[in-house]
């Protein structure tokens, strides 16, 4: 079964940075495809980032500002943020298809605020 942890949120101010993780476990991660998606308050799940075997990609929202990687040797996912703005304030889920169904952790929140 795979099992997916998040952790690295924090309370930050506009302009700040912070990296979030993600550990795969049950699975060889060399073998993923990975997503980042995050939920704002009152909002719907918003498609941030990914990276495939073909490379990564981003939303317009987070494009130049974010960088996906991973470390196999680790089973481990990161989402570097910089220049965080106050509509970056969300819960930050990793996911990934697994068989057709989407896994996805618990979540690790990040607050923008002055």
């Known amino acids: 079964e795979v099992h997916l942890v998040e952790s690295g949120g924090d309370t930050v101010q506009p302009g700040g940075s912070l990296t979030l993780s993600c550990v795969a476990s049950g699975v060889t991660s060399s073998n993923l495809d990975m997503g980042w998606i995050r939920q704002a308050p009152g909002k719907g799940p918003e498609w941030i980032s990914e990276?495939?075997?073909?490379?990564?990609s981003y939303a317009d929202s987070v494009k130049g500002r974010f960088t996906i990687s991973r470390d196999n040797a680790r089973n481990t996912f990161y989402l570097q943020m910089t220049d965080l703005k106050p509509e970056d304030t969300a819960r930050y889920f990793c996911?990934?298809?697994?068989?057709?169904?989407?896994?996805r952790g618990q979540g690790t929140q990040v607050i923008v605020s002055s």
């Open positions: 990276i495939k075997s073909s490379g990564p």
């Open positions: 996911a990934t298809d697994v068989g057709g169904q989407l896994v």
